[in-house]
Antibody, heavy 120, light 107 residues
């Protein structure tokens, strides 16, 4: 069964950095675009960004709210996705989900999420 | 950016009711729309993609329709396990965006 398991969340001060990881299993990780989606407490879903696959040169896309501060990368040899978050703001507090995208960009599998709290 | 407006934002219904949720896009998105169900403390679950295609394993009481700017998610006969929050999402252009959500609660 396809699994996505996030790790690396925690409490960080404003201005700090954090790196999230996502380990995929039971599917050909390298074939897929992979995304990050977040959800602030009591709020809706917000797309954070995407990394395309090797065929598409691992290019990335980001939401305006995180562009220049967050960076998405992947290591297909480890079936892993990463989210490097710098210059964190209080409004970045959220549960962060790792998501697999399939044909037409649809999000068919989600991780369980990892909590990131930005607070002094 | 493409804005998605869901209505209603809150819905109270009984088991067995037919429920319809609407998602309106600020510009045409063809059929590039998905619907998700999310229960408290859980990750969202894909229900419908390409506006009307049922994801594998999703009960047939769920259906989606629409194209362009107006879309609907219909639950033909609401079941106890369907009480949740539902989101639409467009995948036609960046940034990918979600609707604000519709919370379906028990009457």
């Amino acid at each position: 069964e396809v699994q996505l398991v996030e790790s690396g969340g925690g409490l960080v001060q404003p201005g700090g950095s954090l790196r999230l990881s996502c380990a995929g299993s039971a599917f050909t990780f390298s074939d897929h675009y992979m995304d990050w989606v977040r959800q602030a407490p009591g709020k809706g879903l917000e797309w954070v960004g995407r990394t395309r696959n090797k065929v598409n040169s691992y290019t990335t896309e980001y939401a305006a709210s995180v562009k220049g501060r967050f960076s998405i990368s992947r290591d297909d040899s480890k079936n892993s996705l990463y989210l490097q978050m710098n210059s964190l703001k209080i409004e970045d507090t959220a549960v962060y989900y790792c998501v697999r995208a399939v044909g037409g960009n649809y999000f068919d599998y989600w991780g369980q999420g990892t909590q990131v709290t930005v607070s002094s | 950016d493409i804005q998605l407006t869901q209505s209603p934002s809150f819905l109270s219904a009984s088991v067995g009711d037919r429920v319809t949720i609407t998602c309106r896009a600020s510009q045409g998105i063809s059929s590039s729309l998905a619907w998700f169900q999310q229960k408290p403390g859980k990750a969202p679950k894909l229900l419908i993609y390409a506006a009307s295609t049922l994801q594998t394993g999703v009960p047939s009481r769920f259906s989606g329709s629409g194209s362009g700017t107006e879309f609907t998610l219909t639950i033909s006969s609401l079941q106890p396990e369907d009480f949740a929050t539902y989101y639409c999402q467009q995948v036609t252009s960046y940034p990918l965006t979600f609707g604000g959500g519709t919370q379906v609660e028990i009457k």
